[in-house]
Structure formats: structure tokens, C-alpha cells
């Protein structure tokens, strides 16, 4: 039984489930966060986690650039929960060389945010194309937003190139 068919009796639009999942969870993290980096907590432990944030970002980069090239090589959308690629034509095509560039990208560090705009729109196609059988993957989307916003790790190589 797939995740469609389970939760046919309770189905809702994809897009109002994400809007929902976004202002329940990302807003008042966001207020949260914003209020921790002015606490007296944050600033003492500021250098301590220094490094290890820093080297967070490309290690989770890579082992994502990884997967994704792996996914498309088999010829699936991020997952083997989702359709074929193959069942959508010229568009799978197109869509198999995206996720492998985006995958590249990803796997060597470069562009890692551009890397993970794309990683979130392939994760929005997923679920466009695979509808709740694509309920697994959403965790991809706080993959991507947190290498769109701390990509520039010390041990990255978006921060080699971007040095002065």
C-alpha cells in the first residue's frame, strides 16, 4: 500500500500541507533563533562551536551531493519512493540532469547554495510528481535550507574561492 493510497481519506493539497508546515515550524524557529544569538549563552559558546559548525555544512553537503547523484543515476527523483523519471519523457531527461548537476555541485562543495535552491525545487518536483508518496523526502527541504543559509563553512570550497 503506498502513501497515497493510505491517506486518500484525508487528502489535502500538497501546497497548503507545505504553507502550513512552514508558518508552524519555520517562523517561530526563526524568532527563537533570533532571540538565542542575542542570549549570553550564545555568545560564550560562540568560539567553542565555531569549528564544529563550520564543518558541518560540507560534510552534509557532500553526503547529500552524494545521494542525489546516486539517485539520479538510477534513474529515480531523490528517491525510489517517487515515479521513475523514465514515465515523464523528455521532461525525466531534464529533470535526471538537473538533479546530477545539482548533485555535483553539492558533492564537491561549489555553489553550495545555488546547489540547494535546486535540491528544494527538486524536492517541490518530487512532490508535485509523486504526491504523498514523496511524504518521505521533506526532510530534504531543511537539508537545503540549511546549506542555503550556512554553505560558506570555513572548510568548504565556496569559501576557498570566495577569499580574498
Given amino acids: 500500500m503506498t502513501y497515497s493510497e493510505f491517506l486518500r481519506p484525508f487528502l489535502v493539497p500538497e501546497a497548503l500541507i507545505a504553507a502550513g508546515l512552514f508558518v508552524v515550524l519555520a517562523v517561530p524557529a526563526f524568532f527563537v533563533d533570533r532571540r538565542f544569538e542575542r542570549s549570553q549563552f550564545y555568545s560564550r559558546w560562540e568560539k567553542k562551536i565555531k569549528p564544529v559548525r563550520d564543518a558541518v555544512s560540507p560534510v552534509v553537503s557532500v553526503t547529500v551531493g552524494l545521494s ?13 519512493a517517487v515515479p521513475p523519471l523514465s514515465a515523464y519523457g ?12 545539482i548533485g555535483i555541485l553539492l558533492g564537491l562543495g561549489l555553489y553550495t547554495g545555488a546547489g540547494a535552491a535546486g535540491l528544494f525545487a527538486l524536492l517541490i518536483t518530487a512532490i508535485l510528481t ?11 527541504g531543511g537539508i537545503a535550507g540549511f546549506l542555503f543559509f550556512f554553505s560558506r563553512g570555513r ?10
Fill in 68 to 80: 542525489v547523484l546516486a539517485a539520479a543515476a538510477s534513474g529515480h527523483l531523490l528517491s525510489s
Fill in 90 to 101: 523528455l521532461f525525466g531527461l531534464i529533470l535526471r540532469l538537473l538533479e546530477a548537476l
Fill in 130 to 140: 509523486g504526491g504523498w508518496d514523496a511524504l518521505p523526502l521533506v526532510h530534504l
Fill in 155 to 164: 572548510f568548504s570550497l565556496d569559501w576557498f574561492l570566495g577569499k580574498p
